[in-house]
Each structure stands twice: as structure tokens, then as C-alpha cells.
């Protein structure tokens, strides 16, 4: 059974622990190294959750803030990963005789028709 992974960032814990209380005090490092993102988006990226983050964006974090990254994230089980039992439809681990192999129906065959 393959595990369901989950994440947590502690971006804004690096960053008040690096004396960065505001997010906007993000924009001039990452300016310094190429990345031009507005306030809203450095909001977001600090505040949210991102589903999509650029390895330029995390990379330079990295270095604005002196962190590695298991500073910065920390992987943990995900919520609600117990497997759900299967149905007797889906293959699950029912008895034989209330699986649906022995209630299909055969197959037709159509023969010829006669021109009688």
C-alpha cells in the first residue's frame, strides 16, 4: 500500500525567526536574484498554500532565509490516507457467491436467419 504524503511549510516561522515580520520584506531579496513578484503575489506564496511553487522561487528563499529544506518544509502522512475497504463490485474480498462473476449474463450469438 503506497502511503498518501502531505506537506507543512513553515515559511512564516523561518521568517520571524530571521527578524522578517512583514511579507513585503521579502520583495528586495528576491529582487536582488532575479525574481520580480508583486505584493499580492509574495502575500500569497508566504500566507497560502501554494499547489505549484518555481524551484527559482524555493531556491532563493533558501538563500534569503539561511535555511535548508527541511527547515522550510516538513513532509507528514496525509489526512484521511487509511484505505477504504473495497466494494464486492470493485474486486474486493467478498465470498464467491455474493460476487457479480456468477451473475453475468452469457453472451448472445446471432447465427445466420434462414430465408424460409
Same mark, same amino acid.
Given at each position: 500500500?503506497?502511503?498518501?504524503?502531505?506537506?507543512?511549510?513553515?515559511?512564516? &516561522?523561518?521568517?520571524? *525567526? +530571521?527578524?522578517?515580520?512583514?511579507?513585503?520584506?521579502?520583495? /528586495? %531579496?528576491?529582487? $536582488?536574484?532575479? @525574481?520580480?513578484? =508583486?505584493?499580492?503575489?509574495?502575500?500569497?506564496? #508566504? #500566507? $497560502? +498554500? %501554494?499547489?505549484? !511553487?518555481?524551484?527559482?522561487?524555493?531556491?532563493?528563499?533558501? *538563500? @534569503?532565509?539561511?535555511?535548508?529544506? *527541511?527547515? !522550510?518544509?516538513? =513532509?507528514?502522512?496525509?489526512?484521511?490516507?487509511?484505505? &477504504? /475497504?473495497?466494494?464486492?463490485?470493485?474486486?474486493?474480498?467478498? %465470498? *464467491?457467491? $455474493?460476487?457479480?462473476?456468477?451473475?453475468? %449474463?452469457?453472451?448472445?450469438? @446471432?447465427?445466420?436467419?434462414? /430465408? =424460409?
Amino acid at each position: 500500500m503506497t502511503a498518501n504524503l502531505d506537506y507543512h511549510r513553515h515559511l512564516r &516561522k523561518v521568517m520571524a *525567526d +530571521r527578524g522578517m515580520f512583514s511579507t513585503t520584506a521579502l520583495l /528586495p %531579496p528576491l529582487a $536582488e536574484r532575479g @525574481i520580480t513578484l =508583486s505584493t499580492s503575489q509574495v502575500y500569497r506564496l #508566504v #500566507v $497560502e +498554500r %501554494p499547489e505549484r !511553487l518555481s524551484l527559482k522561487i524555493l531556491m532563493a528563499l533558501l *538563500d @534569503i532565509l539561511d535555511c535548508t529544506m *527541511d527547515d !522550510l518544509i516538513e =513532509s507528514t502522512a496525509a489526512a484521511g490516507a487509511v484505505k &477504504k /475497504p473495497q466494494k464486492a463490485a470493485a474486486g474486493g474480498s467478498a %465470498p *464467491d457467491a $455474493e460476487r457479480l462473476g456468477g451473475l453475468r %449474463p452469457k453472451r448472445a450469438r @446471432i447465427r445466420g436467419v434462414d /430465408p =424460409s
